[in-house]
C-alpha cells in the first residue's frame, strides 16, 4: 500500500511540474501576443490621418486579428489546465473533509473512553496495582503512549484543517482566473468581430480603387522582382566559382564548419531584428488586399519600429552589396554553402568582404515616407535555395 501511495505522490509531483510549466510557458506566450496587440493597436492609431495608407492597414488589421485568434486559443488552453487543476482540487478538498470527519470521529472516541475508564479507576492506583516492576513500567508507557496518540491525532487534524483552508483558497483563486479568462476570451471575440468589420470596410473601399491599388502593388513587386534576380545570379554565381568538378560546393575549412554549425541551429537562429513581426510568410499566395494579384515570396516581411536596426543572424561575411533603384541596400551574408539576405536598408554599417558575427549590426531599415511602414525583407538560401525562414529563425 506504501508503494503506490509513493508512486501516486511522485507521479502527482511530476505532473504538476508539468502543469505549472505549461502554465508559465501559456502566461508568457499571452504576454507576448498582447504586447504584439498593442503594438499594432499604436501603429494604426498613429496613421488614422494619414491618407494612402490603405493598403499597410489593412496588412495590420489581417496581423492583428491572426493575433486575437492566436490569444483566444491562448486562453482556451489556460482555461483547459485551470479546469484540470480545479477538478484535482476539488477532489482533493473532498478527500480532506472525510479524513478530517474521520480523524475528528477517532479523537471524539479516544476522549469518551479516556473520560469512562477515569471514573474505574485511577491512573495512579492503576500503576500502583501493578504486580511487579515490569507491569508497572509498561502500565506507565501505555499512558505515554495513549497521551502521544491523542496529541498525534490532534496535529493531524489541525494540519488536515489548515490544508483544507488552503485548498479553499487556491480553489477561489483558480474560479476567479477561470472567470476572468473566460471574460477576457469574450472581450477579445467581441474586438475580433469589429476588426473584421474593419476589414470588411477597408477592403470594399480598396474594391473601388482596385486599378489604383493592383497597379500600386505590381509596381512594387516589379522592383522587388528586379533585386530577386540579381541576388539569385549573385548567389548562383558564387556556387559556380566554389563548386569542384564532381564533388558539389568546394567550401574552406572555416566555410565548412560556419555551414555545418548554421545547419545546427536549425530552428534556433535569432531573428533579424531586435524586436517585430511577421506580416508577409513566404511561398506562392494571394495578396492579402487584392485577391486578382499573386504574390511569389522567397522570403518573408518583417515590421519593425523606425529606431530598430537589422542585424545578421549568423556568423559569415559580406558577399555583397546591392543599391536599389529607390537608394535602399540589400546585403548578401554568406555562411558557407548558406546565404541570408536584407533588404531595404536606407543606411549600412558594413564593407563588402567584412566578417560578420551573431547579431552584429548591419544597417537602418527605410520607413516609407507615405505609409510610415518600416519593413525589412529578408531571406535565407541553402545551396542557392530558397528557404521558409520560419523552419529556420526561433519561433518565426
Do not use: C
Amino acid at each position: 500500500m506504501d508503494i503506490f501511495r509513493i508512486v501516486f505522490i511522485i507521479t502527482f509531483l511530476f505532473s504538476s511540474n508539468i502543469y505549472a510549466q505549461s502554465k508559465t510557458e501559456l502566461e508568457n506566450q499571452r504576454k507576448e501576443i498582447l504586447n504584439d496587440i498593442r503594438q499594432i493597436e499604436k501603429k494604426l492609431s498613429n496613421t488614422k490621418k494619414e491618407k494612402g495608407i490603405i493598403i499597410g492597414d489593412v496588412e495590420d488589421i489581417n496581423f492583428k486579428i491572426k493575433l486575437q485568434e492566436n490569444l483566444i486559443n491562448n486562453i482556451n488552453n489556460q482555461l483547459n489546465i485551470i479546469v484540470t487543476d480545479i477538478d484535482y482540487n476539488e477532489n482533493k478538498l473532498s478527500e480532506l473533509n472525510v479524513r478530517e470527519s474521520l480523524l475528528k470521529n477517532e479523537l471524539s472516541d479516544m476522549i469518551l473512553k479516556s473520560y469512562k475508564k477515569r471514573s474505574d479507576l485511577n491512573k495512579i492506583m492503576f500503576i500502583f496495582s501493578s504486580t511487579s516492576f515490569a507491569q508497572a513500567y509498561k502500565r506507565i508507557q501505555y499512558f505515554k503512549q495513549y497521551a502521544s496518540f491523542q496529541r498525534k491525532t490532534i496535529n493531524k487534524i489541525k494540519s488536515t484543517a489548515k490544508e483544507i483552508e488552503t485548498t479553499i483558497a487556491i480553489l477561489d483563486s483558480q474560479k476567479l482566473l477561470k472567470q476572468n479568462l473566460i471574460d477576457e476570451n469574450e472581450q477579445i471575440r467581441n474586438n475580433l468581430n469589429k476588426e473584421y468589420r474593419n476589414l470588411n470596410n477597408l477592403i470594399a473601399k480598396i474594391s473601388r480603387n482596385q486599378k489604383k491599388y493592383a497597379a500600386e502593388i505590381k509596381s512594387k513587386q516589379k522592383q522587388s522582382k528586379e533585386i530577386d534576380k540579381k541576388i539569385n545570379k549573385l548567389i548562383a554565381e558564387a556556387i559556380a566559382k566554389s563548386k569542384k568538378k564532381d564533388n558539389g560546393i568546394g567550401l574552406t575549412a572555416e566555410a565548412q564548419l560556419i555551414s555545418k554549425n548554421f545547419n545546427t541551429n536549425k530552428g534556433k537562429l535569432p531573428w533579424p531584428v531586435s524586436k517585430g513581426y511577421v506580416v508577409l510568410g513566404f511561398g506562392k499566395q494571394p495578396h492579402p488586399i487584392v485577391k486578382t494579384t499573386t504574390i511569389q515570396s522567397n522570403g518573408v516581411r518583417i515590421r519593425t519600429s523606425s529606431d530598430v536596426e537589422a542585424r545578421t543572424i549568423f556568423d559569415g561575411f559580406i558577399y555583397s552589396i546591392i543599391l536599389s533603384k529607390n537608394n535602399t541596400y540589400t546585403v548578401l551574408i554568406q555562411h558557407g554553402n548558406f546565404f541570408t539576405v536584407y533588404k531595404n536598408l536606407s543606411e549600412i554599417f558594413i564593407s563588402k568582404g567584412d566578417k560578420v558575427k551573431t547579431k552584429e549590426l548591419l544597417g537602418k531599415i527605410s520607413t516609407d515616407v507615405s505609409t510610415q511602414q518600416t519593413i525589412l525583407s529578408f531571406s535565407i538560401f541553402k545551396d542557392g535555395i530558397p528557404q521558409n525562414p520560419s523552419s529556420w529563425i526561433y519561433k518565426m
